[in-house]
């Protein structure tokens, strides 16, 4: 496999998360993602931090009830008050008894550094 960061969140897709068409609300699937790359920056410093952008989003395959969803997420650029993450994420299912592995999403997300103000501050590293 790829070098797609750490393991940072794995959680099963339920029927609540549905859309209308049945499959997982997307904007779950964006929930997954903001949860991840907040614990990825966590690898640097371990302060609050507020999620000041999401720089590209992509749904790739769609994600279905049932479907073990894995978040994997890694630093790719860190600047005096940010950080940029990229989370790449995944849904496994089980197809005629075999275990298949989807990649399925794939996101860009920035934190800024914040105070308990919720002003951004330069990071602690
Ligand atoms: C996050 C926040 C404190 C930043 O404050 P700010 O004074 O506007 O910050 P700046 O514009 O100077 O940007 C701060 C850093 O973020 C980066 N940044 C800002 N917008 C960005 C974007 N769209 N994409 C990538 N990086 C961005 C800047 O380049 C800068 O990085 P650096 O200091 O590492 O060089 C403020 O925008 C805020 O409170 N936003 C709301 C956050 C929120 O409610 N998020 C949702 C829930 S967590």
Redesign the pocket.
Known sequence: MRNYGKLRTRVVAMPKDTNSKGNIFGGWIMSQI?IAG?LTVRDLDSGN?????V?SLEFKKAVKIGDTVTCYGKIIK???????TQIEVFAERVVEHEEVCVHVTSAIV???A?DNE???R??KI
């Not at 931090?49 to 952008?53: E, G, I, K, L, Q």
């Not at 860190?78 to 940029?84: A, P």
């Open positions: 903001d907040s931090f507020a999620t000041v952008a720089n860190v600047g005096k008050t940010s950080i940029q920035t934190y800024v914040v919720g002003s951004k330069a990071l």
